[in-house]
């Protein structure tokens, strides 16, 4: 026999040790949580086992009504959580507890900023799990068998969480998992059975299966509500009810913004409970992560739905549960893709969660601006993927703009409304920052004629605004692009257009300005955009801008040969200069104009040294 009686002695992996001691300095001041984390793996280790009893009924082994139970000894100074889920086996017990760090760790720690009151928000939103249990305790023993398998392969796992922990073979009848705490020197107030039921009550009252806390003659009393929340009728549930659910569900440390709960009759049946979060979560980002709503199949916990089949991605900030009746328990991924319930439940969620949204932004402006500085990024991946609720999505989105500088707050309706007397289309400009956007020589001519022009400063608003073409009927146009039709910006209330048409002499300087940069402009022109600056790098209709050249670049893609158009303001005092001397040697300007109207527009240079070579030239 391989196994023996004497314990085994591991090391607990680097990253395990560092989150172990993060986590016991950060929420010191938040100890009682260790007891939601204990009960909701107990709660998850029922649900586990009810999935794989779906295939398997041997597993329930004549003890299916599944439970948590709480035993306090007080001389001991131990409490026990004891589950009668799946429970693990050796292997188990070595990968989830200690030795192996979950991809999860390794993303948490990354994202830790040092700062001590983040960091703790962090915790509060990561979950923290099993290790919590080390807040409290001086040492942690687990002993736990694994449902199907014999008593013999009952394991005890045992540590202080200082780096190590033993494990050995310690036979076991009844399968799922004991953990008991060990409370270290001066955390005997867990020792009161009125603690632990009110800390139950704070964070678990939700937990759809019973919590029964035993007293000292091992009667043991259902401490929480035990019910699956989202099957009770509305009328029986409190705005707190929700926010406590929410806060099981999600840990997040506000309160939701807006919830949504619905069912509906009919031939096929489903109940949903969404939640739109007040705070972005750290992972919202991470291409792997994001949490999926809950699925439920007749109360019992199918997965989560990680690969957003029950919402789509850009609305992946909604937290939730959707449960139903007329799926098959044994629901797979593949069935999740192909399946016409699904389908409806999406298609359901999606109007709910755009509806309210919809409505938020009407009733409470200041809330919503709250959403959309923590969602609207997200939002804004709507009309890319959503091609069928693009025009509702849009109506969503907030941007800041020419008009209203302070925060992201104009919507297109707000722009259609303000549009001038025959405006024609909805300006946009895009670029790297917003201060880049922002002191654009691209938007002089729309200053100076009033006319607004949204700032597009994100790496997403390329994306959107190749997907949004139009808003209501009315075209989206970059600034930056194409040939300007000054008659199309409206009635110009300030004077009327000058005449573009340039002089003899500047038409002279077009022409040599060409022939020095050659092949690295498509054309030189003269501006109707421009009134501060000397000249603009315009691209054509089709051609990508700079800002997404410059992404596309970053992404490892190769670029067909695009060249640029530089315009040149015939009224600036250089050119008018220039345009006097026909004589004087013209290289060194022409490539400043041109080095210079790529900087203005985010670019990057070729030939940075060359730059700085020719200005100091000219200073000189
Ligand atoms: N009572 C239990 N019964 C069975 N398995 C358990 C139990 N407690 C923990 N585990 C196993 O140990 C793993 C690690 O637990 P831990 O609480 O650290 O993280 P988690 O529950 O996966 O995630 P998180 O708590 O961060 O949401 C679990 O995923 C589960 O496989």
Not at 479 to 492: A, N, S
Request: charged share 30%.
């Amino acid at each position: 026999m391989s196994e023996t009686k004497t314990p085994e002695t591991f090391e607990f992996q680097a990253e395990v040790r560092q989150l172990l001691d993060l986590m016991i300095h950060s929420l010191y001041s938040n100890r009682e949580i260790f007891l939601r984390e204990l009960v909701s793996n107990a709660a998850d280790a029922a649900d586990r086992l009810r999935f794989e009893a779906l295939q398997d009924a041997a597993l329930f082994e004549d003890d299916p009504e599944p439970e948590v139970r709480i035993v306090v000894d007080e001389s001991a100074r131990t409490i026990t959580i004891s589950d009668n889920g799946i429970g693990m086996n050796r292997t188990d017990v070595i990968d989830n507890l200690g030795t192996i760090a979950r991809s999860g760790t390794r993303r948490f720690l990354d994202a830790l900023t040092g700062d001590q009151k983040q960091d703790s928000q962090l915790i509060g939103q990561f979950g923290v799990g099993f290790y919590s249990a080390f807040i409290v305790a001086d040492s942690v023993t687990v002993h736990t068998r694994r449902a199907g398998e014999s008593a013999d392969a009952g394991v005890r796992w045992q540590s202080d969480g200082k780096g190590e922990f033993s494990l050995e073979a310690s036979p076991r009848a009844r399968r799922g998992t004991d953990v008991t705490v060990h409370l270290a020197e001066g955390q005997d107030e867990f020792l009161s059975r009125d603690r632990l039921r009110q800390v139950i009550r704070r964070y678990s009252d939700h937990i759809a299966i019973p919590i029964r806390l035993l007293d000292d003659q091992d009667e043991a009393e259902t401490v929480n509500q035990a019910s699956a929340l989202w099957m009770r009728p509305k009328s029986e549930l409190s705005d707190e009810d929700y926010q406590q659910f929410y806060q099981q569900l999600s840990f997040d440390t506000e309160p939701p913004l807006r919830w949504m709960h619905n069912k509906v009759e009919g031939d096929q049946s489903f109940t949903t409970l969404l939640f739109i979060p007040a705070q972005r979560p750290f992972d919202l980002f991470e291409p792997e992560s994001g949490h999926g709503l809950r699925l439920y199949v007749r109360r019992v916990f199918i997965m989560e739905d990680r690969e957003h089949r029950l919402l789509p991605r850009y609305l992946r900030f909604v937290r939730g549960v959707v449960d139903s009746d007329d799926l098959p328990l044994n629901v797979s991924r593949e069935l999740l893709q192909h399946n016409r319930l699904i389908d409806r439940i999406r298609a359901a969620s999606v109007k709910r969660v755009l509806d309210t949204l919809e409505r938020l932004a009407k009733d409470d402006a200041a809330v919503y601006q709250r959403f959309w500085s923590a969602f609207g990024t997200v939002l804004k991946e709507g009309p890319i993927e959503d091609p069928g609720n693009a025009e509702k999505v849009a109506g969503l989105l907030r941007f800041h703009s020419t008009q209203d500088e302070e925060e992201q707050r104009v919507s297109l309706a707000d722009y259609l409304e303000r549009m001038k007397e025959g405006q024609k289309a909805i300006y946009y400009l895009t670029g790297e920052s917003l201060a880049a956007v922002r002191n654009s020589p691209h938007l002089e001519v729309f200053r100076k004629r009033g006319v607004e022009v949204l700032l597009l400063a994100e790496p997403v608003d390329e994306w959107l605004v190749a997907h949004l073409s139009k808003y209501k009927d009315t075209p989206l146009r970059a600034v930056g692009k194409g040939e300007l039709e000054l008659d199309d910006l409206g009635e110009d209330t300030a004077e009327k257009p000058e005449s573009v048409e340039p002089s003899a002499s500047v038409k002279t300087l077009l022409e040599r300005l060409q022939s020095e940069l050659g092949e690295q402009v498509e054309d030189v022109r003269a501006s109707s955009r421009l009134t501060d600056s000397p000249a603009c790098i315009v691209v054509s209709e089709h051609d990508f801008g700079i800002n997404m050249q410059r992404m596309l670049k970053a992404a490892g893609h190769e670029l067909p040969a695009q060249k640029p158009v530089l315009e040149i303001n015939p009224d600036h005092p250089i050119i008018q200069r220039l345009a006097a001397d026909e004589q004087a040697p013209l290289n060194d300007w022409a490539s400043l104009l041109y080095e210079q109207a790529v900087l203005m527009d985010g670019g990057r240079l070729d030939d940075p040294a060359g730059f700085v070579r020719r200005m100091n030239r000219l200073l000189d």
